[in-house]
């Protein structure tokens, strides 16, 4: 459940969210100064991260788009 | 700190300031009575005396005066003339015209720049520079001067435009736009990019390529703007508040402003105050990325980063996905192997402790509660027996003190003394008892020679009426037929001694 959660959450990070906590997690766990449990569990949020920074790296659109006048000029 | 050019504008006023009035601004005034041809550079006294010769006896008007010189000067001087000379009393009117006059080491020459002129001048002119000036000569017949009309001004030395931009510069920098401090972060991994270039030209190609060559997933929104000619400048600057107002909703990560190279008059836009306000302002980060690797313009200094050029705005908004990939498949390594290091270290450390003695022997701590568990048992025990003893003698000590009070004899000497005692008084209450037991018979005796039935016994007897139970004393007492009862003096059972019987007669 909990982790169902935690994994909604990384697909919502951006590239730069996602890229600063996978360096923070990947400093923790080279220190070794973690609880083994935690990290082993830091170790699958890295993973889950490193999958989503790739997925974002793989929706490449390659397009430009343009963008229009303001709909509301008035406002 | 300065730039050359700059350095050479500051030493360049420096000289020119050296001798600020060397030369006074004179006026020239023809006026009808007091004509000074003193004041009259010399070929212009020589036409006018040629003229006064010729009509010696004629009187002129001013304004007659005034129509001669102009045709002179019209007939004599080049009809367009470039004049060199220094600024002196630059002022600018009410309506926009700039008056100033041109110096050298020994005149003056008024001067007047009409504001729709004006406007193409794009250095600030200010006392004491050095300038080109080109105009054609006429008289202001109003002010009784002739003037030069300047249609075109230029900084001498440098190039106009040069000179414009090297004061921009300066004013900003001044300002502390160009600062580090104001210069916001590139984000590392911009995913939305804003572009304001135009529509139609190469730059915006360029620009998306280098961009998508390192960084495809990046998505590229176009904001097209006019990069050159009048009004560019504003027209980038509204865009860019206007992108900045709606960034809410559009989350652009950064900004690139730019174009391809192009002279430098084509680059000029960004140049102007207005665009590097609005790059100062803006609160996304803004890459300039403005013509070729040698040109810088004000938008390159007062942006947060810069590209030389178009084509390398990718190296400066965005990163190498290649490295970035690296990097990922770095830290996926890095974290398997760090997280296998940490399992083995922890699996040895479980080793370490299943092969310490505690596990060896796990019995051993029970056994050695135990052990604990029997030494304060016996302790204990000792404890207990010893608190009895230290009772028992108090009990015996209490005892013996008891023992010495004697307290059965004490019982035996008051037993004594009770028998004593019960016995007097028994013998004195069965006294008491026999007297009164004597007294008693002695009234009884006295008490029975009064007992009325005690007559009986003599022979009387008690008659009463059965029916009322009242003693019959007269006649009237009884009717016939009632009944009688005759008491007699008792002989043995109680009724034995009544008699019934019936009355018959009176």
Known sequence: MAKGKQKSDIEKLTFEEAIKELTSIVGKIEQGQIPLQDSLEQYEKGMALIKHCRGILQKAEKRIEKISEPETKSQ | ?506
Request: positive net charge.
């Open chain 2, 1 to 506: 700190m300065l730039c050359p050019t700059e350095l050479r504008a500051h030493q360049l006023g420096n000289k020119i300031n050296s001798k600020p009035s060397q030369f006074t601004h004179q006026v020239f005034i023809l006026h009808t009575n007091s004509a000074n041809s003193k004041l009259m550079p010399a070929a212009f006294a020589f036409i006018i005396t040629a003229e006064m010769q010729k009509n010696r006896a004629k009187i002129y008007t001013v304004s007659q005066v005034n129509t001669l010189i102009k045709a002179a000067l019209e007939e004599n001087l080049p009809s367009r003339l470039i004049v060199r000379g220094e600024i002196t009393n630059w002022s600018i009117g009410p309506t926009g015209h700039r008056y100033f006059s041109l110096k050298d080491e020994n005149g003056i020459l008024p001067c007047v720049m009409w504001a729709s002129r004006f406007k193409t001048v794009k250095f600030s002119p200010e006392d004491g520079m050095a300038v080109l000036a080109t105009g054609h000569i006429d008289v202001y017949t109003v002010g009784g001067k002739y003037q030069l009309y300047v249609d075109k001004l230029e900084p001498e030395g440098v190039g106009a435009l040069q000179l414009a931009f090297e004061q921009m510069a300066k004013k900003l920098r001044a300002e502390g736009l160009f600062d580090d401090a104001h210069k916001k972060a590139i984000p590392a991994y911009p995913e939305r990019i804003g572009i304001l270039t135009s529509e139609s030209g190469a730059a915006v190609h360029d620009i998306r390529d280098s961009i998508h060559n390192r960084w495809p997933c990046a998505k590229l929104f176009l904001y097209p703007v006019p990069v050159q000619g009048e009004g560019a400048a504003e027209e980038i600057a509204a865009g860019l508040r206007d992108v900045n107002k709606r960034n809410e909703a559009l989350k652009l990560n950064v900004l690139i402003v730019g174009r391809g190279g192009g002279s430098r008059e084509d680059l000029w836009a960004f140049n102007e105050e207005v665009l590097a306000r609005a790059i100062f302002d803006s609160k996304i980060p803004v890459i300039s990325a403005v013509g070729h690797e040698v040109d810088t313009t004000i938008a390159d200094l007062v942006a947060d980063a810069r590209a030389s050029t178009p084509t390398k705005a990718g190296v400066t908004a965005v990163p190498d996905m290649r490295e970035v990939l690296g990097q990922l498949t770095y830290f996926e390594k890095s974290l398997a192997s760090k997280a296998r290091a940490i399992l083995e270290l922890c699996g040895q450390n479980l080793r370490t402790i299943l092969a310490s003695a505690v596990f060896r022997n796990p019995l051993l701590p029970v056994r050695n509660a135990e052990q604990q568990l029997d030494e304060l048992g016996t302790k204990l025990v000792d404890l207990i027996r010893e608190l009895l003893v230290e009772a028992n003698a108090k009990l015996h000590a209490s005892y013996e003190q008891i023992v010495k009070i004697e307290p059965h004899r004490l019982l035996g000497r008051k037993t004594v003394d009770l028998n004593n005692l019960r016995n007097r008084a028994n013998v004195a209450i069965k006294t008491i008892i026999n007297r009164r037991r004597m007294q008693l018979t002695a009234k009884a005796n006295l008490l029975a020679g009064l007992n009325p039935k005690s007559v009986l016994q003599r022979g009387y007897s008690i008659t009463t009426a059965k029916k009322t139970g009242l003693l019959v004393r007269k006649p009237e007492d009884i009717q016939i037929g009632d009944y009688l009862i005759t008491e007699l003096a008792p002989k043995g059972l109680a009724d034995e001694n009544l008699i019934e019987s019936k009355v018959t007669k009176k």
